[in-house]
T-cell receptor, first 114, second 116 residues
Framework: GESVGLHLPTLSVQEGDNSIINCAYSNSASDYFIWYKQESGKGPQFIID?????DKRQGQRVTVLLNKTVKHLSLQIAATQPGDSAVYFC?????????????FGSGTRLSIRP | GAVVSQHPSRVICKSGTSVKIECRSLDFQATTMFWYRQFPKQSLMLMAT?????????EQGVEKDKFLINHASLTLSTLTVTSAHPEDSSFYIC????????????FGDGTRLSIL
């Protein structure tokens, strides 16, 4: 069946350094991918998304890269700050429509060293 | 920006009790809402898709008679955990997406359910 997984369950980064969180997906038909940030006791917060017809998309301090050949997705956070500490999930949406469901990966916990 | 509100944020009750959780889209209309369950240190698992004016679509392994979903309006979906037991204790999260293409899915802040 469909699955979205992550390479690393935890990531520790020095404050100010860049963070890279990786994700692998198995459904080659996936059309739309999203990165979410979840802080303790809260729901997921949308960070950035990318459609399958793109390789890269940039936001404020974040960049998502999509490699469809190897079915790999990454989230890059520039100049990591203490407020970036959270669990990050990649998610896959089979169809780019309002009714289609989102499948979450297992998550990576990002911790920031002072 | 778009906001999804869940109520209550936390509930503690005795085994056998039925618990209702509300999910509201505050500034947009949502034809479709989604209900997830998240156990500690795990990912979000989709339970069901809630469709306004029609029956919910449940994921495999989710008991529809146990988890009753009602989506009576474009801004409100409810999840009722019937005859809850300790194994139903979890973090329940809803999400909603506005109608039309290109609308991101917004999540509520979850409901922590603890069954004693």
């Amino acid at each position: 069946g469909e699955s979205v997984g992550l390479h690393l369950p935890t990531l520790s980064v020095q404050e100010g350094d860049n963070s890279i969180i990786n994700c692998a997906y198995s459904n080659s038909a996936s059309d739309y991918f999203i990165w979410y940030k979840q802080e303790s006791g809260k729901g997921p917060q949308f960070i950035i998304d990318i459609r399958s017809n793109m390789d890269k998309r940039q936001g404020q301090r974040v960049t998502v890269l999509l490699n469809k050949t190897v079915k790999h997705l990454s989230l890059q956070i520039a100049a990591t700050q203490p407020g970036d500490s959270a669990v990050y999930f990649c998610a896959e949406n089979g169809e780019y429509s309002s009714a289609s469901k989102i499948i979450f990966g297992s998550g990576t916990r990002l911790s920031i060293r002072p | 920006g778009a906001v999804v509100s869940q109520h209550p944020s936390r509930v503690i009750c005795k085994s056998g009790t039925s618990v209702k959780i509300e999910c509201r889209s505050l500034d947009f209309q949502a034809t479709t809402m989604f209900w997830y369950r998240q156990f500690p240190k795990q990912s979000l698992m989709l339970m069901a898709t809630s469709n306004e004016g029609s029956k919910a679509t449940y994921e495999q392994g989710v008991e529809k008679d146990k988890f009753l979903i009602n989506h009576a309006s474009l801004t409100l979906s409810t999840l009722t955990v019937t005859s809850a037991h300790p194994e139903d204790s979890s973090f329940y999260i809803c999400s909603a997406r506005g109608t039309g293409e290109g609308q991101p899915q917004h999540f509520g802040d979850g409901t922590r359910l603890s069954i004693l």
